[in-house]
């Protein structure tokens, strides 16, 4: 019997340890698309990236930065975000042309007044994680719309918090 039982646990662990590296083959997949996208996003839009570390530093820095989250306001800002960001809502999907509809109503020349005059501003814009595309549609408008120092930070809230970093909330 406890050959038996010994025999079984080996099996379970071979059996879960070969899923594990199928599933970690195959996991890889996927991130080789997410990271090809925001490769290819970040050419098209012509903007630069900001890592977690990096937007922190610049934020503790006390630089006249512009953060902007892109997510709405009712299921995620309201709830989280990143200290000092101000919200404007893109779409998911690749905004070519600029359509009120999919920015809540809000225009072009909306989003100009909320960007302001300074053409050199660093405006850092984030949604919730990398796959996430609302802050390359809000990134690429900026830079569009003649901001010279556009970020994307494609982390995200799920990387602020993920560092620990403090979020604020409305209530």
Not at 154 to 171: M, N, Q, S
């Amino acid at each position: 019997m406890k050959n038996l039982v010994a025999l079984t646990l080996a099996m379970l662990l071979v059996a879960s340890n070969a899923y594990a590296f199928g599933s970690k083959f195959k996991d890889e997949i996927a991130t080789e698309t997410v990271a090809v996208k925001l490769v290819r996003d970040v050419a098209a839009g012509g903007y630069d990236l900001i890592t977690t570390a990096e937007l922190a530093a610049l934020k503790e820095s006390g630089e006249d930065i512009l953060v902007i989250d892109t997510m709405p306001y009712e299921e995620s800002y309201k709830k989280n975000h990143i200290p000092g960001a101000v919200q404007f809502l893109f779409p998911i999907p690749d905004m070519t042309t600029w359509n009120d509809a999919e920015t809540a109503g809000k225009s072009q020349e909306d989003f100009l007044a909320l960007l302001g005059p300074d053409k050199e501003k660093k405006i850092i814009v984030y949604c919730g994680f990398v796959k996430c595309t609302r802050s390359h549609n809000g990134a690429l408008w900026a830079k569009k719309l003649g901001y010279k120092n556009v970020y994307r930070y494609p982390g995200g809230i799920f990387a602020w918090k993920g560092a620990d970093y403090e979020v604020a909330t409305v209530k």
